[in-house]
């Protein structure tokens, strides 16, 4: 079934857009008419520090042949100046911007997964940690920073901080000092851009996706693709609860075209919890809630995929 054309003329900004989640809320996002301007570091000519084959100019096809119009724009968003100057751009191009995504991350080669979590925070190496925080909030920061005072134009404008974990999950330590620094801070700071936008008629939100199968994922399991998945179970028996990137692009797409999205205004979101709010599934037709069943996993309990899918 087609998706509503519901977005059409709005312009959408998907930072890290290259792959996993930000491209499938790109490509989301385009399905309901939408132009998006997706960017990241991996292009055809160049990849980044990830060293990932996805690159932005594919995300902009595939957002273009879902129906919308795709617009790559490789950016580094450490790079002030470089976001500044994609602002300018989406200015001169369209003289607004309706929905800002900040899915920017690209550090899980630094995390050090999983033997890193098993170690004290003074045994990881710095530089690698102090890359994770760069990474993971100056990015967001400085993207906002350039990117709000052209969304807050005009009311109704939306900022969709992306992240791992809600905020019920992610109140324990996350075991790596780094990592949890990095993805908690996207929920405070839907938190605190909730307060400073809502005398402007704008909405900011905090959403995670739940166990995703990303490209790097799949490619962890033996490289399984999206169609095989389900061959995966056999080394991780709850990778039945995971989801695709569409999962999550979905949820995106649904904020946006929802004309009560204020009512989410600072809230921690997740695309389990908007499925059955806005009644979309997961391109398999079902609603997984992965966060669900990895806290009851984590309670001791023995979750089964059908009470959580």
């Known amino acids: 079934m087609n998706a509503p054309q519901d977005l059409e003329g709005r312009v959408c900004l998907v930072a890290g857009a290259t792959r996993g989640a930000g491209r499938g809320m790109a490509v989301q996002l385009g399905a309901r008419g939408a132009v998006v301007y997706a960017t990241g570091r991996s292009t055809r000519g160049r990849r980044s520090e990830v060293n990932r084959p996805e690159t932005v100019e594919e995300t902009a096809g595939l957002v273009t042949a879902a129906g919308g119009t795709g617009i790559a724009v490789p950016t580094d968003h450490l790079e002030p100046a470089q976001v500044e100057a994609l602002v300018g751009r989406i200015d001169r191009e369209h003289g607004r911007l309706d929905v800002l995504v900040n899915g920017l991350w ?3 080669h630094l995390v050090g997964f999983p033997d890193a979590f098993g170690r004290k925070m003074w045994e990881h190496d710095l530089d690698a940690d102090l890359r994770i925080l760069r990474l993971g909030i100056d ?3 400085i993207t906002s920073r350039y990117a709000l ?5 005009r009311p109704g404008g939306l900022v969709v901080e992306v992240t791992d974990g809600t905020a019920g999950y992610n109140a324990k330590y996350r075991g790596h000092l780094a990592f949890d620094l990095a ?3 996207p929920i405070r ?8 936008l809502r005398d402007l008629g704008c909405t900011a ?3 995670t996706p739940g166990y995703l199968r990303s490209e790097a994922m799949l490619d962890t399991y033996k490289k399984v693709t999206e ?6 179970l056999r080394d991780d028996p709850h990778f039945c609860i995971s989801e695709s990137p569409a999962y999550v692009g979905r949820a995106v797409a649904a904020l946006a075209a929802d004309p009560g999205v204020a009512r989410w205004n600072g809230q921690s979101l997740s695309s389990g919890q908007l499925a059955r709010v806005y009644g979309f599934t997961d391109t398999d037709g079902t609603q997984p809630d992965a966060w669900g069943y990895i806290t009851a996993l984590e309670a001791g309990k023995d979750p089964q995929e059908a009470d959580y899918r």
């Open 106 to 108: 690209g550090g899980d």
């Open 139 to 141: 990015s967001h920061v």
């Open 149 to 153: 005072p052209l969304l807050t134009q």
């Open 183 to 185: 993805k908690h801070a």
């Open 189 to 196: 700071m839907a938190m605190g851009l909730a307060e400073e």
């Open 205 to 207: 939100v905090c959403l």
């Open 227 to 232: 169609e095989t998945w389900r061959d995966a």
